[in-house]
């Protein structure tokens, strides 16, 4: 009677370690079956947004993609990009993730990051689609990159990216000074090749379309999509700069 006792008693004790290893079996199938894919990458935009590195470890070591695209093509890149996560953005690229790949809008993560004013992950992004390896050296680089305005580098692209920039945000003063230097308004960056008188056309920015042009700014060249300055204009009503581009 008393083995039986005992025998129950330790029984009734292993229960809650054996529901936890059942769980712990179902939570395994359930983030490894291939169809919850997509559950994966749901909560990668979750780990995004609360910049949860240690989902997002998690999430990739049971098997999520570093090149899963969603619905419009964005990549997990891309959304880390979207909310300024460096250190996503570092564990996606170790993971083999694809800076090149654009989304529906034809963006690339980069494009997406400079678009939301994260310009350490921007500059970091350019450096990877141009080509440099992502070392600690690329990370520190970005993460200082654009903090000190008189910055130069060997490659320039602190520049050049200040340059996209103040494009995009009508930085006339900063345009100025960085024309003043010499700089190229001519030079593409981003898996589109977008110069800043292309991201300032689309961003209607007539005062810096205007500072570009009178520095040599070429409107006939053309993205990766064949548009250029004047097709973008009109494509989002700018009739300010569509009426300068038209006039050259």
């Keep these: 009677m008393r083995h ?40 990668f935009e979750k780990a995004a947004v609360t910049a949860d590195l240690a989902l997002a470890i998690r999430l990739l070591s049971v098997g999520l993609d570093p090149n899963y695209q969603y619905a419009d ?53 350019v450096r990877i689609e141009d080509g440099e390896p992502n070392t600690s050296t690329a990370r520190e680089d970005a993460e200082r990159s654009l903090h000190d305005a008189t910055r130069d580098t060997r490659t320039g692209r602190d520049r050049i990216v200040q340059f996209m920039f103040a494009a995009l945000y009508n930085d006339q003063p900063t345009m100025r000074a960085l024309v003043a230097e010499g700089i190229d308004p001519n030079w593409a960056i981003g898996s589109y ?27 006939s060249v053309q993205d990766l999509q064949n548009h250029d300055a004047l097709e973008l204009a009109r494509r989002q009503g700018h009739d300010q700069v569509v009426a300068l581009l038209s006039a050259r």
Excluded at 12 to 27: G, H, K, N, R, Y
């Design 193 to 219: 090749r977008w110069t800043p008188l292309l991201f300032a056309a689309r961003q209607g920015h007539a005062g810096i379309v205007a500072l570009l042009l009178a520095c040599g700014g070429d409107p």
């Design 4 to 43: 039986r006792l005992r025998a129950a008693l330790l029984a009734f004790a292993l229960i809650p370690l054996a529901q936890a290893v059942s769980a712990q079996a179902a939570e395994l199938v359930r983030w490894s079956h291939p169809t919850a894919e997509h559950e994966l990458a749901r909560q």
């Design 73 to 125: 093509q964005q990549t997990l890149l891309h959304k880390a990009a979207e909310h300024g996560r460096l250190e996503l953005v570092d564990l996606l690229l170790e993971r083999g993730a694809d800076a090149r790949i654009l989304d529906q809008q034809d963006r690339a993560a980069a494009d997406v990051a400079m678009l939301a004013g994260h310009r350490d992950v921007a500059f970091m992004l």
